[in-house]
Nanobody, 126 residues
Framework: EVQLVESGGGLVQAGGSLRLSCAAS????????IGWFRQDPGKVREPLTC????????YYENSVKGRFTISSDNAKNTVYLQMHSLKPEDTAVYYC???????????????????WGQGTQVTVSS
């Protein structure tokens, strides 16, 4: 059974930092691109950053470039999202997702993705 379990969300003040974790199981970790997305109520789910676990290529949306860092620990089947300089507008439910992109070129960081976690809430207070 495929599982993606996010953790590390919480309440933080503006300017603060958080590190989210995404623990994966049930599939061959190195074959997949793992991405972080977020969603506000009533809004579409937006991509933030993705990583190819086979070669560590990454992609970042402009909205998080320079503030967020994605990394992968293949020995632990875990992907991390380190977030710095958080802003109130970063408040959302954060999801990790996995997608088999072995037939593609580069790292695609857009919907659809194959598997999703349940999400973790990040709230940034002003």
């Amino acid at each position: 059974e495929v599982q993606l379990v996010e953790s590390g969300g919480g309440l933080v003040q503006a300017g603060g930092s958080l590190r989210l974790s995404c623990a994966a199981s049930g599939f061959t970790f190195d074959d997949y691109v793992i991405g972080w997305f977020r969603q506000d109520p009533g809004k579409v789910r937006e991509p933030l950053t993705c990583i190819s676990t086979s070669d560590a290529r990454t992609y970042y949306e402009n909205s998080v470039k320079g503030r967020f860092t994605i990394s992968s620990d293949n020995a632990k089947n875990t992907v991390y999202l380190q977030m710095h300089s958080l802003k109130p507008e970063d408040t959302a439910v954060y999801y990790c997702a996995a997608d088999d992109q072995r037939r593609g070129i580069g790292v695609r960081c857009s919907l659809p993705f194959d598997y999703w976690g349940q999400g973790t809430q990040v709230t940034v207070s002003s």
